[in-house]
């Protein structure tokens, strides 16, 4: 059973810089995992910002950057915002048959 | 814009069985992968099973092989989950997602599902 760990929960200052983290228990995190991040607000859908590792959607603000950093996927985030307050979820894909959901990081901002 | 819209969540007794739809708009259904995600009542994320954009290949988590099976129409742009001989661990929000195998690009705002014991 593969398990997928992030920092369970951080704080960060407003115009502050924070990093998340995303550790495999198989070993260290390559990009040939295509760590995905999602972010995730109290009553709604969780919403896409980064795949493959540090790749973007049109909708991805700059501030939000992805990589792999020490044997871990890593998603910082630059200048936070109030509105960047929620649950960041990583992802790594094992194999078609294993995909595999970090338990999150609730990221409060104050 | 890409819609994604689940129906068919509920309250079902233990060992019943339930099918949810998530209807698709705003892209080329039948180009993507879809993906089915659950989370369970205030936990995370847990992914479910996967399709390939044709229908070819089914994949699933280990926990639910042989109880739910994903499946597509690319004529109506929809994609199912039957669900078989459910558990109480079963209850969560079903989201659907769309991507290719290692993306999950976006996402419906869920059916939630209850199996009652």
């Known amino acids: 059973q593969t398990v997928v760990t992030q920092e369970p929960s951080l704080t960060v200052s407003p115009g502050g810089t924070v990093t998340l983290t995303c550790a495999s228990s198989t070993g260290p995190v390559t990009t040939g995992y295509f760590p995905n991040w999602f972010q995730q607000k109290p009553g709604q859908a969780p919403r896409s910002l980064i795949f493959?590792?540090?790749s973007k959607h049109s909708w991805t603000p700059a501030r939000f950057s992805g990589s792999v950093l020490g044997g871990k996927a890593a998603l910082t985030l630059s200048d936070v915002q109030p509105e960047d307050e929620a649950e960041y979820y990583c992802?790594?894909?094992?194999?078609?048959?294993?995909?595999?959901f970090g338990g999150g990081t609730k990221l409060t901002v104050l | 814009q890409v819609q994604l819209v689940e129906s068919g969540g509920g309250v079902v007794q233990s060992g019943g069985s339930l099918r949810l739809s998530c209807s698709a708009s705003?892209?080329?259904?039948?180009?993507?992968?879809m993906h089915w995600v659950r989370q369970a009542p205030g936990k995370g994320l847990e992914w479910v099973a996967s399709i390939r954009f044709d229908g070819s290949k089914n994949y699933y988590t280990d926990s639910v092989k042989g109880r739910f099976a994903i499946s597509r129409d690319n004529l109506k742009d929809t994609l199912y989950l039957q669900m078989n001989s459910l558990r109480p661990e079963d209850t969560a929000v079903y989201y659907c997602?769309?991507?290719?195998?290692?993306?999950?690009?976006?996402w419906g705002q869920g059916t939630p599902v209850t199996v009652s014991s």
């Open positions: 493959a590792t540090s």
């Open positions: 705003g892209f080329s259904f039948s180009g993507y992968g």
């Open positions: 997602a769309n991507g290719w195998e290692q993306r999950f690009d976006n």
């Open positions: 992802l790594l894909y094992f194999g078609a048959s294993q995909v595999v």
